[in-house]
């Protein structure tokens, strides 16, 4: 319970059931308000690239790590290093990824996923089979949008469902790390 904010396990239930109906939602990740679709769903995703004015690549939040690790060709040291030490957390990690999500999430055969600190976004993203298809709540070169309901109004072309937050502004955004046969380069 935040500040008279309450998200229930029933309005949680709810928007997981949006997801999985191909629906796009705005909510707070444990960094930065985000929009979120279901990766398994081609009309979703065009929601969010329209949303986004951008076509890829898209972030994956997974509701574990063994889910977020599934996605990976080779589990490399760095890598199994890196999820073992950011995993939940702020921490979004680059690496080789097998193609089977729509292509907006891959760039370069490369993948960006992250483990988020957050619980209710991990329940969203096992809402969406694991894997949530995830981006800032924002438009091309403009600043965050609030997660409120006249937001949802106002981009009802693109989003069908608003978790409110407590939080009136973003956090951090989190630290990215892409991870290659030889070497891990922090990105952000």
Do not use: E
């Not at 998200?7 to 109906?21: E, F, Y």
């Not at 290093?81 to 490369?110: D, E, I, N």
């Not at 609030?146 to 009802?156: A, G, S």
């Amino acid at each position: 319970m935040v500040k008279g904010l309450f998200v229930s396990k029933m309005q949680t239930l709810k928007i997981a059931k949006v997801l999985r109906r191909g629906g796009v939602i705005a909510h707070q990740t444990s960094t930065l308000a985000g929009i979120g679709a279901s990766p398994l769903c081609p009309a979703a995703v065009v929601k969010v690239q329209r949303f986004k004015q951008r076509q890829a690549p898209f972030l994956l939040l997974a509701d574990s790590k063994k889910t977020a690790l599934r996605q990976a060709v080779n589990i490399s040291k760095d890598l199994r290093k890196l999820s073992t030490s950011s995993w939940a957390g702020a921490v979004t990690l680059v690496f080789k990824a097998r193609k089977h999500l729509h292509p907006a999430c891959y760039q370069g055969g490369y993948v960006a996923v992250r483990v988020d600190s957050d619980g209710q976004t991990r329940q969203l993203a096992k809402a969406c089979g694991g894997l949530m298809l995830s981006s800032s709540f924002n438009r091309k070169s403009q600043p965050l949008l609030p997660l409120h309901n006249c937001t949802r109004f106002r981009y009802h072309r693109h989003i069908n469902q608003v978790l409110p937050s407590a939080k009136l502004t973003g956090g951090n955004a989190s630290s990215i790390y892409k991870i290659t046969g030889r070497k891990v380069v922090q990105l952000r």
